[in-house]
């Protein structure tokens, strides 16, 4: 898989490291008092779809960056690729 | 039909005009006691010990291609029990004890092969952690056996001994490991679950759930509405998909492992040999092919085809430990879809959902557990309480904090 690197180009996928989803990027706010089962959600549950999934990558052997990828788990199309920083500011994080 | 000796031979006299197909192609009832969704070794072994153990014979296996066209007929068959971890290493333990006497249990050839597993190690700190598993090994009477590489110098002389970054220093046996024909794992429960009367049936997909004030009443599928008491999801690498049907999210992502085999050979391995300073493992099977793979490629997929990165550490992985896997060609090589779970370590356990029940999260390790994965679902769908050896393979351990993490890698499936 090559993976489109908003700042770097096409980079081969094994130079990142993938964590998982990039519903990751959204973690639960420790103070409500469901905490402890949003984070069990948080931590543990997961969509898993087959078909277009937001995902997180770290490009470890390039820049460091952490790239949300768009990419199609039934064939392996990448549609999308953005900055994790950028992803996690729109949608209200503060970095 | 029985097979024997006397059959094979009066057949063959006769020029085998007597076999019959071993199993019916039934057109789904109205209605059953348990629905099993799924076609794989875990689906039909639970079809078999539930009407053999249990006596529950109104059961439907719903498979949505064809019986064995899963990860059990995929892998890499090898079977063990050298787990660590009480969660796990009974239930194991009783798989592998059910693997000695499947034969002559459901009566067909699955050439069951007891010619050990060894797990190599490198280091003196590996060699401490394999001495601590070989313990707990030995606390569930799987039998354990540590070989210096002195020993293993004779029985095995092709190892790389004196690779620079990799020496080996010794290993890890369980004699009673080995490999297995996995689609006769498959066709041998069918065929056993047929004959006392379970319904396989085939193409046949399970497109939703019957749900009515929590409780499950059946299911939908392609050919109609199958009515059911207790509905038994089995699906493996699609559990996520399947589940999601009834409203579910679970502690499980979908990866691809793939597998590869050369051509045929002169007898070369005597059992299963694993690397220990990387992730690859190899056997030789019946027909002489070397067969052997790695890690999963480690990210979310549902494509049943791997990618190359992972082709090379593998390959890589088998240069390091036995060069003379260098001078042989490739035949084959494919993928399966791994139900990876959060800790490494599987579920058998009712849902919220009165009367469905779910069994997966198998990762790339569950072939080994099919026997008892059936038997112990069978015993949770036929008593409503699970079997003494699965007690800790609950979906709400993650809430509750009992985990079977064997590698202690946390909640991150693509390091199990
Ligand atoms: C390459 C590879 C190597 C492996 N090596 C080993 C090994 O050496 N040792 C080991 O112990 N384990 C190994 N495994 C893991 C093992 O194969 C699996 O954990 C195990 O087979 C999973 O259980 P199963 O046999 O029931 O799954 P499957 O055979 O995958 O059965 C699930 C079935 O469900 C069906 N299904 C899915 N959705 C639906 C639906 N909606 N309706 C109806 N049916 C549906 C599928 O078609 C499939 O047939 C390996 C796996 C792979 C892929």
Not at chain 1, 11 to 20: H, K, N, P, S, T
Not at chain 2, 260 to 267: D, M
Not at chain 2, 281 to 309: E, H, M, R, W
Request: hydrophobic share 40%; net charge negative; glycine share 12%.
């Amino acid at each position: 898989m090559i993976i489109n690197h908003p700042l770097l180009g096409p980079r081969d996928a094994a130079e990142f490291v993938y964590l998982g989803d990039a519903a990751l990027i959204d973690r639960p706010d420790p103070s409500v008092a469901d905490a402890a089962e949003k984070f069990h959600e948080y931590g543990y549950l997961r969509d898993n779809p087959a078909g277009e999934h937001q995902e997180l990558w770290y490009h470890e052997q390039g820049d460091r960056s952490w790239l949300v990828v768009t990419r199609n788990t039934l064939s392996h199309e990448i549609s999308k690729v953005e900055l994790a920083r950028d992803v996690a500011v729109a949608r209200g994080r503060g970095r | 039909m029985r097979y024997s000796a006397l059959k094979i031979l009066k057949e063959g006299l006769t020029g085998n005009k007597g076999w019959k197909p071993v199993w019916r192609e039934p057109e789904p009832k109205k209605e059953y006691d348990v629905i099993i969704i799924g076609g794989g070794g875990h689906g039909l072994a639970t079809a078999y010990y539930l009407s053999k153990v249990y006596g529950v014979t109104n059961v439907a296996v719903l498979e949505k291609g064809w019986i064995g066209s899963g990860n059990v007929g995929r892998n890499t068959t090898i079977i063990r029990s050298n787990y660590m971890l009480p969660g796990n290493q009974p239930f194991y333990e009783m798989s592998l004890k059910l693997w000695e006497g499947l034969e002559q249990d459901f009566n067909y050839n699955a050439m069951v092969s007891q010619r050990s597993i060894l797990n190599l190690f490198h280091s003196d700190g590996q060699r401490d952690a394999f001495v601590r598993r070989a313990n707990a090994m030995m606390l569930s009477d799987a039998g354990a056996e540590l070989a210096d590489a002195a020993q293993l110098r004779r029985e095995l002389p092709f190892l790389d001994f004196d690779n620079a970054r990799f020496p080996i220093k010794g290993g890890l046996y369980q004699r009673r490991g080995g490999t297995v024909r996995h689609d006769a794992v498959a066709w041998g429960f069918a065929r056993g679950a047929d004959m006392n009367g379970v319904d396989i049936i085939q193409n046949c997909e399970v497109t939703g759930f019957h749900i009515e004030n929590g409780v499950c009443t059946g299911v939908e599928t392609n050919k109609g509405p199958i009515k059911a008491n207790k509905v038994a999801s089995c699906v493996a690498g699609s559990s996520s998909r399947v589940m999601a049907l009834a409203g579910m999210r679970l502690p499980i992502e979908s990866h691809v492992l793939q597998a590869f085999v050369t051509e045929g050979l002169k007898p070369t391995l005597p059992g299963v040999i694993t690397f220990g300073a990387g992730h690859f493992y190899v056997s030789q099977s019946d027909k002489g092919g070397l067969v052997f793979g790695g890690d999963i490629d480690g990210y979310n997929t549902y494509a049943q085809c791997g990618n190359l990165p992972v082709v090379e550490d593998v390959a890589e992985g088998g240069m390091a430990i036995m060069p003379m896997i260098g001078r042989a060609r490739l035949l084959r090589s494919w993928g399966g879809l791994m139900d990876m779970s959060m800790d490494g370590s599987p579920f058998i356990d009712k849902t919220h959902v009165e009367g469905l029940f779910f069994n997966g999260g198998w990762c790339y390790g569950g072939f080994k557990a099919t026997p008892a994965s059936g038997y112990c679902y069978a015993h949770l769908l036929a008593k409503d309480e699970p079997h003494p050896n699965a007690t800790e393979m609950r979906l709400d351990r993650f809430i509750s904090g009992h985990i079977i993490d064997e590698k202690g890698q946390g909640n991150q499936p693509n390091l199990h």
